[in-house]
């Protein structure tokens, strides 16, 4: 089966400062990516996304990195802020089906 | 807030109880799906109906019961359920269903479910 998880299951950064978030994943035949953010209280909501055939991609404050050579996925909130507080996983797609991370615990210290 | 809206967000129940989860979606998407969220586990896929025709039923006991009487809407009934099957019960819905490239999911906020 597939196997998605993320290096960290929680991250404190202090505000302000950037933070990293980390998956692996197992396919090499996954060709889609998205990270979510889940707050306490609420469902996954989509931040950004990529396809296997970039390893880059920017949003408003966010930056994901695919490295296929390695399956790994990593995700970069720039000045994290007290609102960025979450939990963060990642998904992968081989067209198929999602396979979604556990999930890394994200604190931002004011 | 996301399009996707679930109710009830609560849900106390007994093991012998019959209950159902509702999820509406207002992004006139064509896939919807269930999803089983527990502490420390990833998103486990229940179900998924693609233009109201389920196309997926990832091995879940017969005590869940979906129904998709419309592309907007789904329903999870639920009929003696065990201690373990409590956890946060979200719905998720995608303009064409299968997880292919490109093809986002929305969440709802999901039903917190606790069976005692």
């Known amino acids: 089966g597939e196997s998605v998880g993320l290096h960290l299951p929680t991250l404190s950064v202090q505000e302000g400062d950037n933070s990293i978030i980390n998956c692996a994943y197992s396919n090499s035949a996954s060709d889609y990516f998205i990270w979510y953010k889940q707050e306490s209280g609420k469902g996954p909501q989509f931040i950004i996304d990529?396809?296997?055939?970039?390893d880059k991609r920017q949003g408003q404050r966010v930056t994901v990195l695919l490295n296929k050579t390695v399956k790994h996925l990593s995700l970069q909130i720039a000045a994290t802020q007290p609102g960025d507080s979450a939990v963060y996983f990642c998904?992968?797609?081989?067209?198929?089906?999602?396979?979604f991370g556990t999930g890394t615990s994200l604190t931002v210290i004011p | 807030e996301t399009g996707v809206t679930q109710t009830p967000r609560h849900l106390v129940m007994g093991m012998t109880n019959k209950k159902s989860l509702k999820c509406e979606q207002h992004l006139g998407h064509n896939a919807m799906y269930w999803y089983k969220q527990s502490a420390k586990k990833p998103l486990e896929l229940m179900f998924v109906y693609n233009f109201k025709e389920q196309t997926e039923n990832n091995s879940v006991p017969s005590r869940f019961s979906p129904e998709c009487p419309n592309s907007s809407h789904l329903f999870l009934h639920l009929h003696t359920l065990q201690p373990e099957d409590s956890a946060l019960y979200l719905c998720?819905?995608?303009?064409?269903?299968?997880?292919?490239?490109?093809?986002?999911?929305?969440f709802g906020s999901g039903t917190q479910l606790s069976v005692l």
């Open positions: 998904a992968e797609s081989t067209g198929n089906q999602f396979y």
């Open positions: 990529i396809r296997s055939n970039m």
């Open positions: 998720a819905s995608s303009q064409v269903g299968g997880g292919a490239s490109n093809e986002k999911l929305f």
